[in-house]
């Protein structure tokens, strides 16, 4: 079973639901796919059992038997080839990797190779299986990173929790399109209901079925829960907000491992996501 | 108009609720949302206008003609982002828009020439304009946010001749291109950190993304009180690089109650409002 | 001598654009006949790598001297690479900075800024 956390806005607490659900399971694989800003490791500390790296290929191109042309370049849409001092320049960090110069050269000038864009660390903390996908400083996308993080875990049978990175674009999408249930995580603001609308609009797109777990509740009204109601959207969870839960998990603290209550609280949750997929499951059958 | 643009590394962080207190303190009278993916600015700076919009092209992605398409499925082969596939109950290969990166190798190798690169509307740009500027953009969903789009935000709110001493910009999370085309041309840039392993992570990650351009930095801790000991470690670590620390600000219910209602910290007396208050003299003599 | 400054439009009394990958066009001056010619920037509009295309532009142009507010390092790498001068404009006039540049009071630009990837989406 694949459950795809995710928010919309950043901050909402996305992560610690997705390590707190990944915990309170019997096994579990936990994917952070927020490969900008990658924090559940900081809260597992798995023990890093292999690193593999994330590539794409890059043109390189022979300058014996490039012409000058430039047939390359006028075809490139991503401007990422220039013709300087009688010979061609690759600008890597625009490049899209699409292969099209490589196709388009009339003397086979270009091939390519790889060039490394981030890493994914798998490792083990406890019950966890852990993968972090991490994008270097100065690359542009993550996609890719994203795409081989899922890829990795695709014949994974067992559950599956992906912390999706924040907002609701394509590194968004890549990370969601084949979980069977999404969670979305929201925070009692108006801030964080706009947002939520846009998450929301997103899961009905992919006709995934999803529920929202309502974060740092505080005793007055809460747009969040307001948003629900109005649009019929199940509310599978309640976390009230806490300065003990802000404060230990600030420390990187995986309350669930060390607070009873906790434990409770988002297994009740984990179990409630369960029995939503399993009832989806009847229905579509 | 000299800019100050406000960012954090990690979402949530209170950037938005920061750079809109700002807003009202200075009386700044442009401003800018370069969240294009989650613009929330407008929930608390009421502009009184309806907006000017402008339609946003996006990238050129590509197009089939399914009456010139023969099917050899060549386009799908190619394709480097898996975004064509055969549709079996249309009997057509089809383009996914969202994973389409607008390359042009399937309209480069179709025999029959039956893929063209289509510019598509995107979004929109929206311009407020009475007292004040207010520049932001709405994108349609999946829509990438771009370098490209938060520049021309920018642009648009700078093409404005209005006079004010400082123009603020609420700059998106993350170290991403969108971040990094927020930074260009901008004079200083308030860092809104968090006090937590996360956010100390995140907040790194942002300071190495921004040192590049040599930019005028400022560094305050939000919600500082959850974890004192976090906030001291990332006060020593702006001092370390040679950055300015500018001051904390406690974390307060009434600052979500404000909000809520549609204010900014410092339209309601309270104690995040008065801190932000705090901040902004600090910075202002430095301006 | 040719002299390349970015401007928003096709006048000789006009500002430096703020932006050199994104101007509009490239004013050319030539100190020999003292003419002025306009260059439209083709790369303005593109999604994303604005700044190298300018840059071919520039280098195509076979001009000498650039005068500019900024410029990021890939642009830089192109212009510098093709042997190129880049000096920083001083305040917004075009003509103003043509004149310090020939008086031999503006300085070479040193800051090059990292590049920002302006490209679509993912």
């Known amino acids: 079973m694949k459950i795809a956390v995710l928010s919309g806005k950043g901050g909402t607490g996305k992560t610690l639901l997705a390590l707190n659900l990944a915990s309170v399971a019997d096994k579990a694989s936990y994917l952070d796919c927020d490969v900008e800003e990658p924090n559940g490791h900081l809260f597992l500390k798995p023990k890093i059992q292999f690193v593999e790296p994330v590539e794409v290929k890059m043109p390189r191109i022979n300058e014996e038997k490039c012409t000058g042309c430039r047939k390359c370049i006028d075809f490139c849409r991503f401007n990422a080839l220039a013709y300087v001092n009688h010979s061609i320049k690759v600008f890597e960090d625009v490049c899209h990797s699409c292969g099209g110069c490589t196709l388009v050269c009339p003397e086979n000038a270009i091939t390519e190779r790889n060039k490394t864009i981030g890493k994914i660390e798998k490792g083990l903390s406890e019950n966890v299986k852990v993968s972090t996908g991490i994008l270097n400083i100065g690359e542009a996308s993550g996609v890719p990173i994203v795409k081989q993080l899922i890829e990795s875990e695709a014949s994974n049978d067992e559950l599956v929790i992906i912390d999706a990175p924040p907002g609701s674009a394509c590194i968004v999408m890549e990370s969601i399109k084949d979980a069977d249930y999404c969670v979305l995580v929201a925070e009692p603001t108006i801030f964080g209901t706009q947002n939520l609308s846009m998450v929301h609009e997103l899961v009905e797109l992919f006709k995934i079925p999803f529920g929202v777990v309502l974060n740092k509740c505080l005793n007055h009204d809460n747009p969040a829960e307001n948003y629900c109601n109005d649009h019929k959207i199940s509310i599978i969870g309640k976390i009230d907000y806490s300065q003990e839960l802000a404060a230990l998990s600030s420390r990187g603290e995986l309350v669930s491992r060390t607070n009873t209550h906790y434990q409770t609280l988002f297994k009740t949750i984990l179990n409630r996501i369960v029995e939503e997929v399993a009832y989806e499951t009847t229905s579509r059958t | ?287 | 001598m040719k002299i390349l400054i970015p401007v928003d439009e096709q006048i000789k009394d006009t500002d430096v654009c703020m932006s050199f990958g994104r101007a509009p066009y490239y004013l050319m001056y030539n100190t020999e006949d003292f003419s002025y010619e306009f260059i439209k920037n083709t790369g303005a509009a593109s999604q994303g790598g604005a700044g190298i295309q300018a840059a071919q532009l520039v280098v195509d142009s076979q001009a000498e001297v650039l005068l500019t507010p900024r410029c990021g390092k890939n642009a830089a790498d192109i212009i510098l690479g093709a042997g190129m001068k880049v000096y920083k404009t001083l305040n917004p006039s075009v003509q103003y900075n043509i004149k310090e540049f020939l008086e031999g009071r503006l300085n070479p630009l040193t800051e090059i800024h990292p590049g920002y990837h302006n490209h679509g989406g993912n």
């Open chain 2, 1 to 287: 108009m000299k800019q100050l643009l406000v960012l954090s590394g990690k979402g949530g962080t209170g950037k938005t609720t920061v750079a809109s207190a700002l807003i009202q303190l200075s009386h700044a009278k442009a401003f800018a949302d370069c969240d294009v993916d989650a613009p929330n600015l407008d929930l608390v700076m009421h502009q009184r206008c309806e907006p000017i919009k402008t339609d946003y092209f996006g990238m050129p992605k590509a197009i089939i003609h399914e009456e010139v398409c023969i099917e050899c499925g060549q386009c799908q082969s190619q394709c480097r982002f898996d975004a064509i596939t055969y549709n079996q109950f249309n009997e057509t290969y089809q383009v996914n828009l969202n994973a389409c990166e607008g390359c042009g190798v399937c309209e480069l190798i179709c025999p029959v020439d039956a893929i063209h690169l289509e510019s598509l509307v995107d979004g929109q740009m929206l311009l407020y304009k009475d007292e004040r500027v207010f520049s932001t953009a709405k994108l349609k969903m999946g829509s990438g946010t771009s370098g490209m789009l938060v520049t021309r935000v920018k642009k648009q709110m700078m093409e404005e001749e209005i006079d004010t001493n400082i123009a603020i910009i609420d700059g998106s999370p993350g170290i991403g291109c969108p971040v990094i085309a927020s930074i260009s041309g901008v004079d200083y840039v308030l860092i809104v950190a968090e006090p937590s392993l996360s956010g100390i992570s995140d907040m790194e990650r942002i300071i190495s993304t921004a040192s590049g351009f040599g930019v005028k930095t400022f560094v305050c801790v939000n919600k500082y009180d959850v974890n004192t000991e976090y906030t001291d470690k990332i006060e020593g670590y702006a001092k370390r690089k040679h950055l300015e620390f500018v001051g904390r600000i406690p974390y307060d219910v009434e600052a979500v109650k404000a909000i809520n209602q549609g204010n900014t910290i410092v339209d309601i007396d309270c104690a995040s409002g008065r801190a932000v208050g705090q901040i902004y003299e600090t910075i202002k003599n430095k301006l």
